[in-house]
């Protein structure tokens, strides 16, 4: 059973920086694409930031030159390096973790983690 745990959110005035990590159990290359998520109250749950291995990093046009998504394969663990924050930025942040079986995509989730940026 693949889980993954977040940590790092937290309380951080605007402009400030956090730092979200995500343990996965076991090795982080069984993963086809990793990504983070965020869902503000009231709003659908976005994409981030995304990658797969080999390719680039894709960043939502709200984050891009502020947030770097990054792997330490070593530790098996994904992070969401967030500088810059702006009040909009507040939302519960989840990492995500795609396999594919066959074709059949299965998608595993962390638990969420609350970042609030205040102005």
């Known amino acids: 059973q693949v889980q993954l745990v977040e940590s790092g959110g937290g309380l951080v005035q605007a402009g400030g920086s956090l730092r979200l990590s995500c343990e996965a159990s076991?090795?982080?290359?069984?993963?086809?694409?990793m990504g983070w998520y965020r869902q503000a109250p009231g709003k659908q749950r976005e994409l981030v930031a995304a990658?797969?291995?080999?390719?680039?990093?894709n960043y939502a046009d709200s984050v891009k030159g502020r947030f770097t998504m990054s792997i330490d394969s070593a530790k098996n663990t994904m992070y969401l390096q967030m500088n810059s924050l702006k009040p909009e930025d507040t939302a519960v942040y989840y990492c995500?973790?795609?396999?594919?079986?066959?074709?059949?995509?299965?998608?595993?989730w962390g638990q969420g983690t609350q970042v609030t940026v205040s102005s």
């Open positions: 990658m797969t291995w080999g390719g680039p990093r």
């Open positions: 995500n973790a795609v396999t594919y079986v066959s074709t059949r995509p299965e998608d595993y």
């Open positions: 076991g090795s982080i290359f069984r993963f086809n694409a």
